[in-house]
């Protein structure tokens, strides 16, 4: 286990914050239920920011003819659906939320080349918004297998996810199960897959990030 490096500004303030509240407390000679509150508020935020940008080692066993999982959270759609930023046919669409508690982890599903990659500003809906998926802020990724299949990937921020980070750009080469992103305080991820697919999941199972197998090509 170790500390993503997205959060070390957020740990910092943190520190900052416990540092100066409780130096103010014994300066001004606060009553003890005065710092007992502010200790008690410092130890829960800095389990917060430890718990929230924890990352864990994992070993990911690469395999190009599965779909391995994105992102830690629950599945809250399967569908077939239209996609119409890059594809503009018929996919199925495997959502995965990502509540506060989840590793904020985004990885690669497959392995190839990035074909595609967009940034889009947008609003702050709600994750499951149905509208979330072309309204919100995020990111759209596709990438290209040695098989020539295309998975696109996308980023979604939610009401309270108001930073999408990404670490991919058109032309990449990328591993399946390696980091391509990270998104602050939960969300979502929706992969789209080619008709025909076989989807490993049913829709409010918990899945993993790197390890649980979403489909099979």
Do not use: K
């Given at each position: 286990m170790k500390f993503h490096k997205e959060g070390y500004t957020s740990l910092a303030i943190v520190v900052l914050f416990?540092?100066?509240?409780?130096?103010?407390?014994d300066?001004?000679?606060a009553s003890p239920y005065v710092k007992w509150f502010l200790y008690?508020?410092?130890?829960f935020l800095l389990i917060v920011i430890l718990q929230f940008f924890r990352s864990p080692n994992k070993k990911i066993s690469i395999n190009d003819g599965i779909v391995l999982c994105p992102a830690d959270g629950k599945v809250v759609v399967?569908?077939?659906?239209?996609e119409s930023e890059y594809f503009q046919d018929r996919r199925i669409?495997?959502?995965i939320f990502m509540s506060p508690i989840n590793v904020h982890?985004?990885?690669?599903?497959?392995?190839?080349?990035?074909?595609?990659?967009k940034y889009h500003p947008g609003k702050f809906l709600v994750a499951w918004h149905p509208k979330s998926s072309t309204d919100n802020e995020r990111t759209t990724v596709v990438v290209k297998n040695q098989?020539?299949?295309e998975v696109l990937f996308r980023q979604i921020a939610g009401a309270m996810a108001r930073r999408i980070v990404w670490y991919?750009?058109?032309n990449d080469v990328v591993k399946q199960g390696e980091e391509f992103g990270f998104i602050k305080f939960g969300s979502r991820v929706d992969l789209f897959l080619p008709l025909g697919t076989k989807v490993n999941v049913q829709i409010g199972d918990k899945v993993v990030g790197g390890k649980t197998v979403i489909a099979t090509f």
């Open positions: 416990a540092f100066v509240s409780n130096a103010l407390a300066y001004y000679d008690l508020l410092s130890a399967i569908e077939e659906t239209v669409q495997v959502s982890v985004n990885r690669n599903p497959i392995s190839g080349i990035v074909s595609y990659f098989s020539n299949v991919v750009g058109e």
